[in-house]
């Protein structure tokens, strides 16, 4: 048995078109589907983040008068309502010493970790530079998405400014007051809902991926077929002309290249047995005049004969003549 037999498949025309094609559109939807999961997931996140840092403004602004008063009561309020929202993890509310204040949400006992009060970094970012800061962080197996927004209000004496204005008349008219942080929030939310999506996604791109892989396979084979279907016809034809078969011709189909080459087939076909035709026309011709020539030959040879036959009877009437003179 030939070691080469069971690849002889690969070797046609058609499994070359169909592998080189196969590896095209598989290379071009992973490249594609990885681009889009990539951008789809950058814009969830994104999304993600702001939604947090909304939170997280919105939180501090409420928290403002609050945290001036140091009312536990009412932070332990304006936290209620977003420690609701499954994605918040934590939520914590600093003084202006860095104090906590009040706490919300999941602390002890799980990734999150307990409530910490604020480094150094982050107390000298928050309280001296007034800027918010956003980052992401890993607890054990889980991700979080950390904000931390200062509390920023007017310079006030008393906590009634908050409501009223400020009572002192030392401003001059149209100067307002300059702003310093009073506290902070830091809240931590949980990054396992954009990681499900994200599986999600991936999940469904895998689906669609096999499925269009599956549909361009048959695609691809059913046009492989098509394309190398009339050659196949051309390489049977040009067997049977090859056996002497030269009244075959090919259908034409179609007007593409290989419809072209059947015509070019067909001409040359056809020229082919034209040229046969007549060259068997002047064989027989020439054996027409072969035969002729050879009934002139008989002919002419039969009348030499006789001839010479004649010639030889005269020759021995004239020697019995010239004995009988003799005599």
Do not use: C
């Not at 939170?55 to 009412?74: H, I, P, R, Y």
């Not at 910490?116 to 979080?144: H, I, Q, Y």
């Not at 008393?158 to 008349?169: F, K, N, W, Y």
């Not at 096999?210 to 196949?232: D, Q």
């Amino acid at each position: 048995m030939n070691w080469r037999q069971p690849f002889n498949g690969f070797s046609t025309f058609r499994a070359r078109v169909f592998w080189s094609v196969i590896p095209i559109v598989l290379s071009l939807s992973i490249i594609y589907g990885l681009l889009d999961l990539r951008e789809r997931q950058g814009l969830v996140e994104e999304e993600f983040m702001k939604r947090g840092e909304v939170m997280g403004a919105n939180l501090a602004d409420s928290s403002k008068l609050a945290v001036f008063a140091e009312n536990g009561v009412l932070l332990e309020s304006s936290i209620r309502g977003m420690v609701g929202d499954p994605d918040v993890a934590s939520v914590l509310i600093y003084g202006d010493r860095g104090q906590i204040l009040a706490t919300g949400g999941k602390h002890s006992g799980d990734s999150a970790g307990p409530p910490e009060p604020l480094d150094a970094s982050d107390n000298a970012r928050v309280f001296r530079e007034g800027k918010p800061l956003t980052r992401t962080l890993a607890l054990g197996r889980e991700r979080f998405a950390e904000f931390l927004v200062p509390i920023v209000s007017e310079e006030v004496g008393l906590a009634d400014e908050l409501l009223v204005g400020p009572l002192s008349t030392s401003l001059e008219p149209g100067q307002k007051p300059s702003p310093r942080v009073i506290g902070a929030v830091k809240l931590r939310m949980s990054l396992q809902s954009v990681e499900d999506y994200g599986a999600a996604l991936l999940r469904l791109w895998v689906s669609v991926t096999a499925l269009f892989l599956v549909f361009s396979t048959v695609v691809i084979y059913h046009l492989s077929r098509r394309i190398t279907l009339p050659i196949k016809h051309l390489t049977v034809q040009a067997r049977k002309i090859a056996e002497g078969f030269l009244d075959q011709r090919i259908s034409v189909q179609s007007r593409d290249e290989v419809g072209q080459l059947a015509v070019t087939f067909n001409d040359m076909a056809a020229a082919l047995q034209t040229n046969i035709d007549e060259k068997q026309s002047v064989l027989a011709e020439l054996q027409d005049l072969n035969r002729n020539l050879e009934e002139r030959i008989r002919d002419r040879t039969a009348e030499i004969e006789k001839r010479t036959d004649e010639l030889q009877q005269s020759l021995e009437e004239v020697r019995a003549l010239g004995a009988v003179s003799q005599a």
